[in-house]
């Protein structure tokens, strides 16, 4: 018999699941090939122990920094006098800012035509 293929194997634990009746020679060779694709996808994925790359570390610098500049200012600010402090395009400005959103450290108010950021 031919090695099984990953397809078979994932019809032979699909039916397994289902409840089905399985030789326990085909239900061998399919474990043995899942075992094979999962060891495949780790070299693949670099086992999932790989870290942020640089471009995230560089990120996460830069929210760290315009975070300390709200703890330090104390005041809100807008996306424009933040661009400018940190030289920054405004766009990049109300990214990192809504990072710092998500993560629950600073909230957004708007006021009159002008929305500012401050410290929760």
């Not at 560089?58 to 940190?86: L, P």
């Amino acid at each position: 018999m031919a090695k099984m293929t990953y397809a078979n194997a994932i019809d032979v634990m699909v039916s397994l699941a289902n409840g089905e009746a399985v030789e326990d020679a085909v239900k061998d060779e399919a474990v043995g090939r899942m075992a094979d694709l999962k060891d495949q996808l780790a070299k693949r994925n670099g086992s999932g122990k790989s870290g942020p790359t640089k471009h995230q570390k560089e990120v996460a610098e830069v929210v760290d920094k315009i975070y300390n500049r709200f703890v330090e200012q104390g005041d809100g600010m807008t996306a424009t006098e933040i661009s400018k402090e940190f030289n920054l395009s405004v766009h990049e400005a109300s990214a990192y800012v809504k990072k710092l959103i998500d993560g629950g450290k600073v909230e957004r108010r708007k006021e009159g035509k002008a929305t500012r950021y401050y410290l929760i």
